[in-house]
T-cell receptor, first 114, second 111 residues
Framework: KAGVTQTPRYLIKTRGQQVTLSCSPISGHRSVSWYQQTPGQGLQFLFE???????NKGNFPGRFSGRQFSNSRSEMNVSTLELGDSALYLC?????????????FGPGTRLTVL | QQQVKQSPQSLIVQKGGISIINCAYENTAFDYFPWYQQFPGKGPALLIA?????SEKKEGRFTISFNKSAKQFSLHIMDSQPGDSATYFC??????????FGTGTRLTVIP
């Protein structure tokens, strides 16, 4: 079974631009969560989608948004990029529907903002 | 603020030794406590997890000890091997697929 895939793996943008990251979950998984990983703040929860609906949201500004499609694939968008948005963005998929399903992480997208 | 506190930040252990990583939390709504292992260039991978209705869970060389009253939990890696060298994260969740991670422990096992 293929794992979680994320595209692109690396991205370089400049301040003020916007970016869209993509995540394809494991087949059959309906929940996708997004996390930001930085050396200073560690791993922080951004939001979670299940059946095309955002169920949970972390403490990030509105510049961070996401969506999920009917095939469970998810995209995350960051608008008006700031230097501090440089990070590894990870998505994780799980079966969803019931609590405490194992979350399977992708390899991440490394975003650098210049 | 950091909802899950993790220590130590780094740990060096001899091959065959025991690695111990500790975590503490304040939010009593947390009721699922997984540990993740992350190698460079990879996403975190679930190692072992525990619910607060048990005080200990063992899977192979990995054991979670959980103290509900103290709001602390720890990971013990027995017979540590060089292949265990990685960054370990404790985490906690309220059942909403919203993991709150500790700051990570970089483990180095010396042959």
């Amino acid at each position: 079974k293929a794992g979680v895939t994320q595209t692109p793996r690396y991205l370089i943008k400049t301040r003020g631009q916007q970016v869209t990251l993509s995540c394809s979950p494991i087949s059959g998984h309906r929940s996708v969560s997004w996390y930001q990983q930085t050396p200073g703040q560690g791993l922080q929860f951004l939001f979670e989608y299940f059946s095309e609906t955002q169920r949970n949201k972390g403490n990030f500004p509105g510049r961070f948004s996401g969506r999920q499609f009917s095939n469970s694939r998810s995209e995350m968008n960051v608008s008006t990029l700031e230097l501090g948005d440089s990070a590894l963005y990870l998505c994780a998929s799980s079966l969803g529907g019931v609590s405490y399903n194992e979350q399977f992480f992708g390899p991440g997208t490394r975003l650098t903002v210049l | 603020q950091q909802q899950v506190k993790q220590s130590p930040q780094s740990l060096i252990v001899q091959k065959g030794g025991i690695s111990i990583i500790n975590c503490a939390y304040e939010n009593t709504a947390f009721d699922y406590f997984p540990w993740y292992q992350q190698f460079p260039g990879k996403g975190p991978a679930l190692l072992i997890a525990i619910r607060p209705d048990v005080s200990e869970k063992k899977e192979g060389r990995f054991t979670i000890s959980f103290n509900k009253s103290a709001k602390q939990f720890s990971l013990h890696i027995m017979d540590s091997q060089p292949g265990d060298s990685a960054t370990y994260f404790c985490a906690a969740e309220t059942g909403a697929n919203n993991l709150f991670f500790g700051t990570g422990t970089r483990l180095t096992v010396i042959p």
